[in-house]
């Protein structure tokens, strides 16, 4: 057999092999030996004693268990990724909610004055004594009840809301803001408003990217949805943002949305003021606040001057049923032209007057319920009856200085025609220059101010 495996390499291993398998002789450890010893070194350990073989089966099931802690390693990193993979999405989702809230307290105008509202007051005070009467009667809501504000639903809802009553204005907004949210409810009289300031309300770039003919689908005229749109695409590509219209001062903020078709004068007023809260703000083409003006002063200057109250306006708001039954009535007349008398002013007490489309666009929203206003800047109640006797007070507290003069030009005889509206100027109570001389002493806090005339433009 040596001979065969001297010839033959593959039969000689196929032999080592066998030699491996069969049970060692000293006569086969010897024939192995001296096969090794001629041929191949490498494969002599093959050739194993009994005590080897039972070292190799040792090391064999030593090696078993290594192979077991590494695969259990190899489980435990598999699981230390995963777990830092979810670590890592935690904290991205938790920066995305992070950056997310940047964005919206970027977006919105916080919920804080730049000036002292006791200040303000006390120096009204100081000018006419009255006007403390009026803080104990009424909260001034946009300077006392302080909310975030997001300025192009603001600015939106006050588009919608031009030359229309208010429930005319709510039912459009409603309809506006389900274009892009179908889960609210068909009628508004079924939405319960949300209190977040951007709930389901569509974003400038989602306005922006829509149709004029969808947007007229929730029933706006063809003019307001190209306002809208233009709006939108002015906060879209960063012309216009919160934080341009914050900075800015009074004259820069006028120019800078009055450069938005359908945007006028008025509009910028009342988003100054109740928006921005301003402190300064004297809205001149506002007609409620002309008319209000001049019962201030006449009753200053004329305290047997009387007028009364109408009995809808007893108690700042007039009858519900009695103005939904309105409201029936001129909801035809809305869709033929459009318009409504402005707050306080007879149906044809601003003809030929010149004002610009967004004047005065928005009655006085009394008493309205949660969720009813859908955004829109509510203007004050009227006063009750019991105003009178305010109006009729002296303007300083002891009675003993005579009250400032009424500017060049006005009279105690002039000012009675106007409100009587034999003598109006192009169908306004008062001019420009008149209103900023009657209220120069208000200066710096006009807004304070005129947010009461409001309530004083309703008495009849």
């Known amino acids: 057999m040596n001979l065969v495996l001297r010839r033959s390499p593959i039969l000689r291993v ?19 030996t001296t096969e090794s010893a001629t041929t191949a070194p490498a494969l002599s350990s093959n050739a194993q004693t009994p005590q080897k073989r039972k070292a190799d089966a040792t090391a064999m099931k030593e090696t078993q268990p290594k192979k077991s802690r590494s695969t259990k390693a190899k489980a435990a990193t598999k699981s230390s990724v995963d777990n830092d993979t979810a670590a890592q999405l935690s904290v991205a989702t938790q920066v995305a909610v992070a950056t997310d809230a940047e964005d919206l307290s970027a977006v919105l105008v916080p919920a804080v004055l730049t000036f002292s509202f006791e200040e303000a007051k006390q120096h009204l005070i100081g000018i006419d004594h009255r006007f403390e009467d009026l803080f104990e009667k009424m909260k001034c809501k946009p300077y006392e009840h302080l909310e975030r504000v997001h300025p192009f ?64 689908t929730a029933g706006l005229s063809a003019r307001k ?34 450069e938005v078709r359908g945007i006028g004068r008025w509009t910028v007023d009342m988003f100054a003021i109740f928006s921005l809260r301003r402190p300064d703000i004297l809205p001149v083409g506002d007609l409620g606040v002309q008319r209000g003006l001049v019962r201030w002063f006449l009753s200053l200057h004329s305290p047997s ?20 039954s309105k409201a029936k009535k001129s909801t ?59 109006l009729n007070k002296p303007a300083t507290s002891n009675g003993s200085v005579a009250p400032p003069a009424l500017p060049k030009g006005l009279t105690i005889a002039e000012l009675k025609s106007r409100l009587d509206g034999k003598k109006k100027i192009k169908g306004a109570f008062l001019t420009p220059q008149e209103m900023t001389d009657l209220t120069e002493s208000w200066k710096p806090y006009r807004s304070i101010g005129v947010y009461y005339m409001w309530s004083l433009a309703d008495a009849e």
């Not at 892009?180 to 990217?209: G, R, W, Y």
């Not at 035809?332 to 149906?347: Q, T």
């Open 153 to 216: 639903r603001a600015l939106t809802v006050s588009i919608l809301g031009q030359q229309i009553s208010w429930l005319a204005a709510r039912s459009i907004t409603h309809k506006f803001r389900r274009l892009f949210d179908p889960s609210l409810p068909e009628k508004a009289t079924d939405h319960e408003e949300s209190k977040s300031v951007t709930a389901s309300f569509p974003t400038p770039a989602q306005v922006a990217n829509t149709s004029i003919e969808t947007l007229r």
């Open 305 to 324: 001057h009387s007028f009364s109250i109408s009995p809808q306006k007893v108690g700042g708001q007039a009858s519900e049923k009695k103005k939904e």
């Open 332 to 390: 035809k007349k809305d869709k033929e032209d459009d318009a409504l008398p402005v707050p306080g002013v007879s149906k044809d007490a601003d003809a030929g007057i010149e004002q610009s489309p967004d004047i005065s666009s928005i009655p006085p929203a009394t008493n309205l319920k949660n969720g009813d206003s859908e955004g829109l800047a509510s203007l004050p109640p009227a006063f009750t009856p019991s105003i009178k006797k305010t």
């Open 14 to 32: 196929t032999h080592l092999v066998w030699l491996y398998k069969m049970p060692t002789t000293r006569s086969a450890t010897r024939s192995a």
């Open 225 to 258: 949805a190209e306002y809208v749109k233009d709006l939108a695409a002015r906060f879209a590509d960063g012309r216009l943002s919160t934080k341009k219209l914050i900075v800015a001062n009074d004259d820069e903020l006028a120019e800078m949305l009055i």
